[in-house]
């Protein structure tokens, strides 16, 4: 996890640019959606709506978009200038090195790990780390405003959400588990399958390529069920997760339902609660796919910590 | 039997390497060869070993011509050892038919046997890939011993005693010494001091031998 810490330290710019327009962005979506339930509740009692209130909602709903706009674009370009500083530090490795170091690195291990740990951090940087920090600020934010519109509708939606927490963190250690065998697996057949340049001229002189046959069998033969086995248990463990996901939705149909039919809660309000539901149920039920993603490439990121000694030296 | 080479020529493409190089070697003679790096000394090694098919001229090891019937009689060390991706064991008997006894014989004979028994899964202890889980020292006798295990009649050693050093350094020099031993060696290397055991030293320079 240093790595990245180093990665964001070295990119501290863009990063906060990030976090801050994440919050922002947070920030405008609840606005837009208190200026829509005092709309609808006007709508439901039948009163006026101002010029000044629908002004106001326009406004709302383009500052939504140009932060919509200024995430994206904040998050890319952190992305990218992360990415480049990965590629970058693991080209810079192999400038430091001497020539007798040069001499003995194997090309085909080397090319396994571009090709799988450093392409493979380089997709998380760029489809899921500031999905997920957007995903924890837009938590964070959401649910606390709901807490202060609603406690009680906010805690009763949200009891299966602690149980979906408990489940996650369970089901992201499973997986990762599985995750962390069959990238061993892959890399010791990618390995393996690197070194056969390097032993061919003595495998031919002691006629023993039955022996590498053999092994390079069985290494495929362990990478296919180290995979197989960690796909079936994604399949299983999402699904069910995904299941649970739609109980926060239903409990808040009926718990903020009968409030509304009691009186007790208006229709714009019970409207701003599923609206952004999406913000708090919604971000829990991708959790367990993500911090799966997450600790995958926190393996990744272990694996090629070493490499990136030589791009990422903290300078005072 | 020994070797007999005779106007023997190798080219890499239009890069002419050994120019009629002719040579014999007389059965349980240790011969060194001697030159500067990319000289031509591990390209007439491989001929020799019958890893490269000749261009022009004779190679004839122990009787054998055709490049796989001379590898069958051929044992060669080199100095960047090359483990395979399997046990010590493996790694002996390169996956063919063995007795235990020629094994341990052959362990023995290499210096390995109080390393191997101090491992907690002996001969079985996977060397890694490439051998990155044991010492350069230790990977090295491991080759020896496939070199003696293999009992080959004629030794080919490629700078294998180039990078030696203290206490590792003898116990491959021990181990080389009992491979060795009563038969044909073909030696090179790059420093002269590194053939001190040869009957016979040759220098290859422009592609020719030049006898010292």
Known sequence: MSLLIKMMYKRILPVVLFICTSIFAMLVSLWWNWQLRDIINKINTGTHIPTDVIIMAATAILFSMASAYALSLCSAWACECMAHDLRMGFAKHFA????TEIENISAGEQLSKLQNEISEVNGFLQTNLFTFADDIIRFIGTFSWLLWLDPKLTLVSNIPTAVLVWYTVYTSRVISEAAQQSQQANGQMNGFAGSLIAVFPVMKLFDAVQLISDKYDAALVRWERAVVTEE???????????????????????????????????????????????NVSGAMMNMPGRIASFRRFAVNLKRVEPFMAAGFAFRK | MGIRVENLRYAYGSKLVLRDISLFVN????????????????????????LYQTQSGVVEVHGACRPEEIR????????????????????????HPMSEEVIWQACKAAQLTEWITSLADGIDTFVGEQGGKVSGGQAQRIAIARAIARNAPVILLDEATSALDGDTGSAVLAALDSLTRGRTVVSVSHRHETLANCSRIYKLEDGRLHSL
């Open chain 1, 96 to 99: 430091t090195l001497s020539l």
């Open chain 2, 72 to 95: 069958k009689n051929v044992a060669m060390v080199m100095q960047n050892t090359v483990l395979f991706p399997a046990s010590i064991k493996e790694n002996i008997t390169c996956g």
């Open chain 1, 232 to 278: 079936r248990r994604r399949a299983v463990l999402m699904s069910l997760s995904g299941l649970m996901s739609c109980s926060p939705l239903l409990l808040l149909l009926l718990v903020g339902g009968i409030e509304v039919i009691r009186g007790t809660l208006s229709v714009g309000s019970l409207y701003a609660f599923i609206n952004l539901s999406g």
């Open chain 2, 27 to 50: 059965a349980g003679e240790y011969i060194g060869i001697v030159g500067v790096s990319g000289c031509g000394k591990s390209t007439l090694l491989k001929l020799l070993a019958g």
